[in-house]
Nanobody, 116 residues
């Protein structure tokens, strides 16, 4: 079973930045994977997709809520994707997850808390 491990979360003040990492025990960029993505889930809310990167075309897409503030990138050699988060807002507080398309099993996520 593929293992996904998210890391890099923490407590940050509004306007601050964090860089999240997602490492996979399997290949993120093999022929069976169409894309990789970052999700988040705030308390009492459903998990939402916020950013994707295509395997073949390397094209990124972002939800309107994070566009212009978050940057998704990848390191093929390390089987890792990253999420650089800038100008963080309290509404960004959530558990952040990564996954492939099609989906594999979910990791534990990493908590991001934006508060003064």
């Amino acid at each position: 079973q593929v293992q996904l491990v998210e890391s890099g979360g923490g407590l940050v003040q509004p306007g601050g930045s964090l860089r999240l990492s997602c490492a996979s025990s399997g290949s993120f960029f093999g022929s069976g994977v169409d894309a990789m993505g970052w999700y988040r889930q705030a308390p009492g809310k459903q998990r939402e997709l916020i950013a994707t990167i295509g395997r073949a075309n390397n094209r990124t897409n972002y939800a309107d809520s994070v566009k212009g503030r978050f940057i998704l990138s990848r390191d093929i050699a390390k089987n890792t994707i990253y999420l650089e988060m800038n100008n963080l807002k309290p509404e960004d507080t959530a558990v952040y997850y990564c996954n492939s398309f099609p989906h594999t099993s979910w990791g534990q996520g990493t908590q991001v808390t934006v508060s003064s």
